[in-house]
């Protein structure tokens, strides 16, 4: 059985906040805000170029006829 009295830290190595004893997450607010915000970037930066090589291609293919 776990210890429910042991004090948990945030899992950010660099942030190591402690951590209410009901508190769910794993990570404190500030670093799942980071992170989630860091996951929108890459999902931004992928449909960036994922719409610029779909145009490119469309272009390509429209311009041989």
Do not use: W
């Amino acid at each position: 059985m776990k210890n429910k009295n042991k004090s948990r830290l945030c899992k950010n190595k660099q942030c190591l906040k402690t951590l209410p004893e009901i508190y769910k997450y794993r990570y404190c607010e500030s670093c799942r805000n980071k992170r989630s915000d860091k996951l929108k970037n890459v999902g931004k930066g992928a449909l960036t170029v994922s719409a610029t090589i779909l145009g490119l291609v469309l272009v390509k293919n429209t311009s041989k006829d």
